[in-house]
């Protein structure tokens, strides 16, 4: 490069260090402003020119566009590659989306050969074979022989890494749930009319809101893995299902911690669609939900708060695939003699009670409580919505049929207008005072309070303390379903005075067991939880193991709305289930899994645990889901069921792949003794509901 050549930029750029500055110039650059450009344009204005600057730009501009023939061909084959090339890098994206392959193993499964990889550690050359063929199973039921083709005993070839993968089928990521914004979920500002007030008031705004029956609470935060290798992010981004886990590859990989803070909101927004002959949008399924919603009849524990059990079975989604179920359950709180309670239960029935199911899960809770009273225990009634209604009078336990009756006759009213059902709960509750001696106990149960005025809030209190004094306690069991840290908190900070106001105690409640649990507690007087701090802790044997998939639990896109807990107080008889399916080593012999279940102590405050472990005997000794224990066939029809819901591709993987058809007739050959459990018979109604229904309909973003 000639530094001298006028025709080079280097030249240029030497002309132009030989400028000399104006004297003052750098002081004054120092010290301009924007707003005084004018003085710099002043300024740079004395700059003189250097010699032949004018001439070389002028060159420079006048400088030819290449426009040759050659030219215009070279520009256009440059064009037709990159475009091209993008071409094929979509359809090569789309096709390796269509066959749900995630990152490459870095084993040669065809050869039995290992390839050495700079991101994945190499497995030992054992690990590559799958499990030996079993023996052929035996025959399932005579009447499902040739239905269940897809489901029943299939090939028996052994068992490879590439069978977890599952091949042909869509994996567009679900949509997001619709979020509302906190401001949605606050009552509205409250009505001044004082004659509706009556004398405390009434509020609607947030009753008028519409469609309300199938929004669905906030989503859990679910579980998230290690992203080590043997973890495919890449699967559990595209279909939003655990994939198949490699203990193997890290030993992060080997234990987990699984959530046991499991509610049943997936299952009963699933059964409030089906009531409108509609299938639920796939998003809106979680299978840890649908495991939950099963009474798996789980044996009470002996001599600890809270008991462990493991059992497994073959799965439906691949016999070659073995289903581990972990079951955690609580023991009975039992129930003191006391003194003789008159429970007044005042229920809102405003409209903002569909959501979420939160009425039908009020009616379930209360037809199970009148089964715990004493003899001389009496139980009243009253709906309140814009007018109070009551319901049932100081029944008496032998009259639970009668409490259950009145129980169905809560109907979704308007508006919520607290001070007429407190009025006429009170004055109910005083009436029977000054007949007996019983104790009486004001139970409020509602989704809305908070948006009431200081001095309507003071008032309330002064009337509720007046009434604690004669005997007549307040308590209030709160239905909101959204965090009090999302707009809550002004009811929570409302229904915290009332309830000391009245001597009494405020509980939070977002399922049946939970409102249950409230209940007894206010009737009883003693907490109900068993233990504290309850921890799940799975290990799995990567000796044994060559892959897990955690049924459930995903990490959910809204992340951070509630986080995952990993501990959780168990109340009395509370129970808790987790499933994994599991493909093994052949011809091992030991240990699978070991579960290891810890909580606090309620005396000692001591950690305590209790271990159980499961055999590759036992994982194998049955062949077909019929041969596998009643918990263990309600489990892998629970979890099916969800999967099939929410289009899983492990749903999929068979040459038929499952459907609700397959799944009621699996329903319908258990045994008729379990068939006649009440969770089972209701799920067996909700697989009816939803083979008649009608497609989801894709809900538009945002919404």
């Not at 009668?402 to 809560?410: D, K, M, N, P, S």
């Not at 909101?480 to 707009?487: A, C, D, R």
């Not at 986080?563 to 699978?592: I, M, N, W």
Request: glycine share 8%; net charge negative.
């Amino acid at each position: 490069m000639n530094w001298f050549d006028p025709n080079s930029e280097h030249w240029l750029d030497s002309q132009l260090r030989d400028v000399p500055v104006p004297e003052g110039l750098a002081e004054r650059w120092r010290s301009v402003s924007l707003e005084e450009d004018a003085d710099l344009d002043a300024l740079l204005n004395d700059v003189p020119a250097p010699a032949g600057l004018v001439d070389r730009l002028e060159r420079i501009a006048r400088r030819p566009v290449p426009s040759g023939r050659a030219y215009r061909v070279a520009m256009a084959a440059c064009l037709f590659v990159a475009a091209g090339l993008g071409f094929l890098t979509a359809v090569t994206g789309l096709l390796r989306g269509i066959a749900g392959t995630g990152p490459p193993l870095p084993v040669a499964l065809s050869t039995g050969e290992t390839e050495p990889s700079a991101s994945y550690p190499v497995p030992p050359t054992e690990f590559l074979a799958g499990p030996a063929s079993s023996p052929v199973p035996a025959e399932p039921p005579a009447a499902l022989v040739d239905l269940l083709g897809p489901i029943g005993p299939r090939d028996h070839r052994p068992l490879e890494m590439e069978d977890l993968r599952p091949t042909g089928i869509q994996t567009a990521r679900p949509g997001l749930p619709p979020v509302w914004e906190p401001d949605t979920l606050r009552n509205g500002p409250l009505d001044s009319d004082s004659d509706r007030w009556g004398v405390f008031g009434t509020h609607a705004r947030f009753d008028a809101l519409p469609e309300l029956k199938k929004l669905a609470g906030l989503t859990p935060r679910g579980m998230d893995f290690p992203v080590v290798p043997g973890y495919d992010v890449a699967w559990l981004a595209m279909t939003g299902v655990h994939p198949f886990v490699f203990p193997a590859y890290d030993p992060a990989l080997c234990k987990n911690v699984v959530p046991l803070d499991v509610d049943t909101a997936s299952y009963e927004l699933t059964w409030r669609y089906l009531e409108d002959g509609q299938l639920p949008p796939p998003e809106r399924i979680r299978t840890e939900e649908f495991l939950a919603a099963i009474d798996y009849d789980l044996p009470r524990p002996g001599r600890t708060p809270v008991g462990l059990t493991l059992d497994a079975g073959p799965s439906l989604t691949d016999n070659r695939l073995r289903l581990i179920q972990i079951g955690v359950q609580a023991g009975d709180v039992p129930l003191p003699r006391r003194e003789d309670v008159h429970l007044v239960l005042a229920v809102d029935v405003s409209a903002s009670m569909r959501w979420g199911g939160r009425l039908e899960m009020v009616h379930r809770a209360l037809a199970d409580l009148v089964g715990r009273l004493q003899p001389g225990d009496r139980v009243s009634l009253i709906a309140f919505s814009e007018e109070a209604v009551e319901l049932a009078d100081s029944l008496p336990p032998e009259q639970a049929e009668a409490f259950r009756e009145a129980l169905g006759r809560l109907k979704v009213g308007s508006s919520t207008n607290v001070g007429q059902g407190l009025r006429e709960t009170y004055a109910l509750a005083e009436r029977e005072r000054k007949e007996t001696n019983r104790a009486c106990r004001v139970v409020l149960l509602t989704d809305g309070l908070a948006g009431l005025e200081p001095a309507v809030t003071e008032r309330l209190a002064d009337r509720l303390a007046e009434a604690a004094q004669h005997g007549i306690t307040f308590h209030a069991i709160d239905l909101g379903i959204e965090p009090e840290s999302t707009g809550g908190d002004g009811r929570a900070a409302e229904l915290t005075t009332l309830t000391q106001a009245g001597r009494g105690t405020r509980h939070r409640a977002r399922s049946v067991d939970q409102i249950r649990w409230a209940a007894l507690e206010i009737l009883s007087g003693r907490s109900q939880v068993v233990a504290s701090k309850v921890r799940l802790e799975v290990t799995f044997e990567p000796e044994v193991v060559m892959a897990y998939r955690l049924l459930g639990h995903e990490p959910s896109a809204l992340t951070g709305m509630e986080p995952a807990r990993v501990e959780l107080d168990f109340h009395s008889g509370q129970s808790a289930t987790a499933c994994y399916e599991v493909a093994l080593l052949p011809k091992r012999k030991g240990l699978v899994a070991t579960a290891r279940l810890s909580w606090l102590d309620a005396h000692t405050g001591q950690r305590q645990e209790v271990v159980r472990s499961i055999s590759y005997g036992r994982l194998t000794s049955t062949q077909t889901i019929w041969d596998a224990s009643p918990n263990v066939q309600l489990a892998a029809l629970a979890a099916m069921s969800a999967e099939v819901l929410r289009g899983s591709p492990f749903a999929r993987v068979r040459p038929m792949p499952i459907t609700v058809y397959h799944l009621l007739a699996v329903a319908r050959s258990l045994d008729p003794r379990i068939q006649a459990r009440p969770s089972t018979a209701r799920f067996i109604s909700m697989l009816e509901q939803a083979q008649r229904a009608r497609p989801a309909r894709r809900q538009p973003q945002g919404h």
